[in-house]
C-alpha cells in the first residue's frame, strides 16, 4: 500500500498553467451568503474576468448567475471545477468533472480525497488538491496583498507604519 502524495497535486506549472488558460469555472459548493469563504473566492474570481458558474442545488441564483443542482446540468463548457465540499464528497463531483468534459479539478484548503483524485487524473484532468484558487491566482497574478487584495504598491512597509 502507498501513502497518498498530496504534493503531486500541488505542481506550481499546473496551476499557473491552469490559470492562465481558463475562463470558465464551475464552483461545487458556492454560497449566496456573503460571509461564507467560497462566496469570497466567486466574487473574486468574478473580478479578475473569469465566468462562475454557481453549483449549489439550494440556490437559485448567486453573484447574478444561475445556479445549477449539478455539474451534468451545466450547459456550458467548463474549464475548472472548483470543489468547496466536503472530501467524501469528491468522488461523485470528480466523476461529474469528468463527464462534463472538464479540464481540471480544483479542491480547496482542507478537500482531499486521494480516489476523487485518481478518478479525475486516470480521465486526463489536472487536479490540484488543497490549495485556494483565489490564493494561488493572487499570487500568480501579483495581486497578494496582507488583506487580500490589490493595493498597486510594491513595497514591504505597510502605509501608516514608516
Not at 497535486?9 to 470558465?24: E, F, K, M, S
Request: hydrophobic residues 45%; contains cysteine.
Amino acid at each position: 500500500m502507498t501513502s497518498f502524495d498530496l504534493s503531486r497535486y500541488q505542481d506550481p506549472l499546473v496551476i499557473q498553467r491552469t490559470l492562465l488558460t481558463a475562463r470558465t469555472i464551475a464552483i461545487v459548493g458556492l454560497s449566496g451568503n456573503p460571509l461564507r469563504a467560497s462566496y469570497f473566492v466567486g466574487f473574486y474570481l468574478q473580478r479578475h474576468n473569469y465566468r462562475i458558474i454557481p453549483v449549489n442545488p439550494r440556490e437559485a441564483e448567486i453573484l447574478g448567475e444561475k445556479s445549477y443542482a449539478s455539474l451534468r446540468e451545466v450547459p456550458l463548457a467548463v474549464d475548472i471545477v472548483n470543489v468547496f465540499r466536503a472530501p467524501a464528497a469528491l468522488p461523485g463531483i470528480a466523476a461529474e468533472a469528468v463527464a462534463i468534459g472538464a479540464r481540471c479539478l480544483w479542491c480547496q484548503f482542507g478537500v482531499i480525497n486521494e480516489e476523487g483524485a485518481r478518478i479525475a487524473e486516470q480521465a486526463g484532468l489536472d487536479v490540484v488538491m488543497d490549495r485556494c484558487i483565489k490564493v494561488e491566482h493572487a499570487r500568480y497574478a501579483g495581486r497578494m496583498h496582507w488583506l487580500g487584495f490589490n493595493t498597486q504598491r510594491v513595497t514591504s512597509v505597510r502605509s501608516g507604519l514608516q
